[in-house]
């Protein structure tokens, strides 16, 4: 362990195979469908600490989402069934970007569509319009056609990604889904193709039952959507510690995030950054909260740089 110099947190996602990198002045970020498009957080958190937001999934055109329950609370953690309700993104383009680039947020847009077809348009929408990160998810679990079914096969994956990667030069991600038996070859395909980081986990398909006695009757409630919170970690943990064993780009943790252990928990599998979700509705200040709390913890045990930090878990 070096001595302590400063406490920085600066942190450089790079593809090593074009030299693509996002810069982020801290590796904590907001995740899709939990921070919505940031404005709506102004006051509650510190966007100084953070190192980018993601925005919530935008789709060609506007969606209202699904009807009905599209929350379900269980033992540590939530199942949602949004159904990626989201403004499309030609009001994203006209009405928050404007929002977020007055206000200097570094953010990353996410992007959800139902063809082939849509992703290519919506990644050259994005590169037309500078959009310097791109998320692309393959893997949210609450949509009736495309997403997820693209995020499951590797040779689609493969082709999606390379499409992608033709109209959009920005810094690529993609985001895997953990509703598979083996995530290596989505990882292997999404990385061949072009990618130039992976983040995961999203949601896990789950089931929330409610059952109650009343008046001499049994209640029941199903809400069918997607897993999130602290139940999942120990999936993530080893979807990514799976992820890293075949591929060289960076990795971002999604999954459970609520303290530094869980930081250093991802670190210890190879996490280059990590993305708070579910954590933000019960404590909305969480992530820069946490940014904090790592800086504290570098300068008080003489970490001069994340690197160096992540180094020592690595090896130690
Ligand atoms: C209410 C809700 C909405 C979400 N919407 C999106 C979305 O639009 N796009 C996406 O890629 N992930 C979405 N996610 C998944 C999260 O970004 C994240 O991958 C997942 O919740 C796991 O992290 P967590 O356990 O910290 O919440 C959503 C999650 C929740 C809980």
Do not use: W
């Not at 090593?16 to 907001?30: A, D, I, Q, R």
């Not at 329950?69 to 953690?77: L, P, Q, S, Y």
């Not at 990353?108 to 849509?118: K, P, Q, R, V």
């Not at 290519?120 to 319009?129: D, F, H, P, V």
Request: hydrophobic share 40%.
């Amino acid at each position: 362990m070096m001595s302590n110099t400063s406490n920085t947190i600066n942190t450089i996602l790079k593809n090593p195979h074009n030299g693509n990198s996002f810069e982020l002045k801290s590796p904590l970020l907001c995740a899709s469908g939990t921070f919505g498009y940031a404005d709506e957080y102004e006051g509650l958190v510190d966007f100084n600490e953070l190192g980018a937001i993601v925005t919530k999934g935008i789709t060609l055109e506007k969606r209202p989402g699904n009807a009905g329950e599209r929350i379900f609370e269980c033992d540590f953690g939530l199942i949602n069934r949004i159904g990626l309700e989201n403004i499309g993104i030609n009001d994203f383009i006209n009405e928050k970007l404007p929002i977020l680039k007055q206000k200097n947020i570094n953010f990353i847009l996410n992007i959800a569509g139902s063809t082939l077809e849509d992703y290519e348009k919506l990644s050259y929408i994005a590169n037309e319009n500078d959009i310097k990160a791109l998320e692309v998810n393959v893997s949210c679990p609450n949509v009736k056609h495309g997403c997820l079914e693209f995020g499951l096969k590797p040779d689609l994956l493969f082709e999606l990604v390379k499409k992608i990667r033709a109209n959009y030069k920005g810094f690529l991600i993609v985001k895997l889904s953990p509703n598979t038996t083996d995530i290596k070859p989505l990882a292997q395909s999404a990385q061949s193709a072009g990618a130039d980081c992976i983040s995961a986990i999203n949601t896990i398909r789950a089931l929330g039952v409610k059952v109650n006695f009343e008046n001499n009757k049994f209640n029941k409630k199903f809400v069918q959507g997607g897993l999130s919170g602290a139940c999942i970690k120990p999936i993530s943990l080893y979807m990514i510690s799976q992820i890293k064993q075949v591929v060289v780009i960076p990795v971002i943790a999604l999954g459970g995030i609520y303290n530094l252990n869980d930081l250093f928990e991802y670190i210890s599998v190879g996490a280059d950054a990590f993305q708070v979700g579910t954590a933000n509705f019960l404590y909305p200040s969480i992530a820069s909260d946490l940014a904090k709390a790592l800086k504290d913890f570098m300068m008080k045990n003489g970490f001069s740089c994340f690197e160096e930090l992540k180094k020592e878990i690595l090896n130690g």
